[in-house]
């Protein structure tokens, strides 16, 4: 296969591959995740054991490369197929998530850290926290309660509009509410 074949290419092929073998009953949802799963598990089980320290070593050895190509092009068809079955766009769904991941995880904030920074001592983020945030960025609030009832679409179309407000919300965790310095 060419280098340069493109993701609709290489999806027609894994489609092809399937339908010759009539595999399209077993390609539910559920089935092609769970495989997708397995192939993944496989993967990692190349690297289960080997010392992160060693593993690029590991990768580099020519018969380790080779494994991990395979499982990587088994974890590849079975995404291939996932997204076929499903009416993804995997390219569209890549760029889509890397926006929403641009604004999760600001380059400023996120900078040399494996997870969010978490403040241990932080202060409570409130509605009204979240109201004042918005006021200090020019954020009209009427504005900011219509953009929560938009499509997931027209939110990422937004996140542009608002990133510096965006990675201002991000500074405060889901999860715990705190707020990151």
Same mark, same amino acid.
């Given at each position: 296969?060419?280098?340069?074949?493109?993701?609709?290419?290489?999806?027609?092929?894994?489609?092809?591959?399937?339908?010759?073998?009539?595999?399209?009953?077993?390609?539910?949802?559920?089935?092609?995740?769970?495989?997708?799963?397995?192939?993944?598990?496989?993967?990692?089980?190349?690297?289960?054991?080997?010392?992160?320290?060693?593993?690029?070593?590991?990768?580099?050895?020519?018969?380790?490369?080779?494994?991990?190509?395979?499982?990587?092009?088994?974890?590849?068809?079975?995404?291939?197929?996932?997204?076929?079955?499903?009416?993804?766009?995997?390219?569209?769904?890549?760029?889509?998530?890397?926006?929403?991941? *641009? &604004?999760?995880?600001?380059? @400023? #904030?996120?900078?040399?850290? +494996?997870?969010?920074?978490?403040? $241990?001592?932080?202060?409570? /983020?409130?509605?009204?926290?979240?109201?004042?945030? *918005? &006021?200090?960025?020019?954020? @009209? #609030?009427?504005?900011?309660? +219509?953009?929560?009832?938009?499509? $997931?679409?027209?939110?990422? /179309?937004?996140?542009?509009?608002?990133?510096?407000?965006?990675?201002?919300?991000?500074?405060?965790?889901?999860?715990?509410?705190?707020?990151?310095?």
């Amino acid at each position: 296969m060419s280098a340069d074949k493109s993701v609709d290419a290489l999806s027609a092929a894994v489609r092809a591959f399937a339908q010759e073998r009539e595999w399209g009953t077993y390609h539910d949802p559920k089935n092609l995740v769970m495989a997708l799963a397995a192939e993944v598990g496989e993967l990692a089980a190349l690297l289960r054991w080997v010392p992160n320290s060693e593993s690029d070593r590991f990768a580099a050895v020519p018969s380790s490369r080779q494994q991990l190509a395979n499982e990587i092009g088994d974890v590849g068809i079975v995404l291939f197929s996932l997204c076929d079955r499903l009416g993804i766009d995997l390219r569209q769904a890549i760029e889509d998530k890397l926006r929403l991941n *641009a &604004a999760n995880y600001p380059a @400023d #904030i996120a900078r040399g850290h +494996a997870e969010r920074p978490e403040a $241990p001592n932080c202060e409570l /983020a409130t509605p009204e926290s979240a109201v004042d945030a *918005a &006021a200090d960025f020019g954020v @009209d #609030i009427d504005q900011l309660r +219509a953009s929560l009832k938009l499509t $997931p679409e027209e939110r990422i /179309a937004r996140l542009d509009e608002n990133a510096e407000f965006v990675r201002e919300l991000r500074r405060v965790n889901p999860t715990t509410g705190c707020r990151r310095s």
